[in-house]
């Protein structure tokens, strides 16, 4: 069975600081990864997601992660976040049927002025 | 192109109540979702549906059941609400080879 941890609950930053937000998971076989992030009183959206290739992947709004394998880890990271980062971020797993996906409990960033 | 459109918004129901919350999407999209969003758990999968004519359970599918109507549409229903359903919930559709998801505003609901 596979499960995602998010080893930070809430994040405070200043804005223009670096963030890495922490995401572990396990599995047996072979998964895809996802960061999602949720807006206030909205819907989740895709931030960047790791199918198959280069471990470093590029997302929107200046987001990357790192797949590391031998870790079973895909943190996220920002150089230089703003105020409108401030979100909970979401991050996800697959098999690679792609059907089941099983979500972290979420990491609040707050970015604060 | 409005993506997936959820509804009702909010919703309050007394125990024993029924309700069937709806899903929509205009992406052609094969696969389709319902997860539940409870505080300090993130998202659990209650059903999903592969493809038109397909449903199979989730991670928590217990007092809820699922009808893909057609390609485009996909509800959930709550047969005798309990307050332990009380939950946001929310609707998405699935890339076919990008296997990533697009998610509905979702449904707040109540249960009292």
């Known amino acids: 069975a596979q499960s995602v941890t998010q080893l930070d609950s809430q994040v405070p930053v200043f804005e223009e600081a670096p963030v890495e937000l922490r995401c572990n998971y396990s599995s047996s076989v072979s998964v895809y990864l996802f960061w999602y992030v949720q807006y206030p009183n909205q819907g989740l959206q895709l931030l960047l997601k790791?199918?198959?290739?280069?471990?470093l992947v590029k997302g929107i709004n200046g987001f990357e992660a790192e797949f590391n394998k031998s870790q079973t880890s895909f943190h996220l990271r920002k150089p230089s976040v703003h105020i409108s980062d401030t979100a909970e971020y979401f991050c996800a797993v697959s098999d690679t049927g792609g059907f089941k996906t099983i979500f972290g409990a979420g990491t609040r960033l707050f970015v604060k002025a | 192109n409005a993506g997936v459109t959820q509804t009702p918004k909010f919703q309050v129901l007394k125990t024993g109540q029924s309700m069937t919350l709806q899903c929509a999407q205009d992406?052609?999209?094969?696969?389709m979702y319902w997860y539940r969003q409870d505080p300090g758990m993130g998202l659990r999968l209650i059903y999903y549906?592969?493809?038109?004519?397909?449903?199979d359970k989730g991670e928590v599918p217990n007092g809820y059941n699922v009808s893909r109507l057609n390609k485009r549409e996909f509800s959930l229903r709550l047969e005798s609400a309990a307050p332990s359903q009380t939950s946001v919930y929310f609707c998405a559709s699935g890339g076919d080879f990008s296997y990533e998801q697009y998610f509905g505003p979702g449904t707040r609901l109540t249960v009292t």
């Open positions: 790791y199918l198959s290739g280069s471990t």
């Open positions: 549906s592969a493809s038109e004519g397909t449903t």
């Open positions: 992406m052609n999209h094969n696969s």
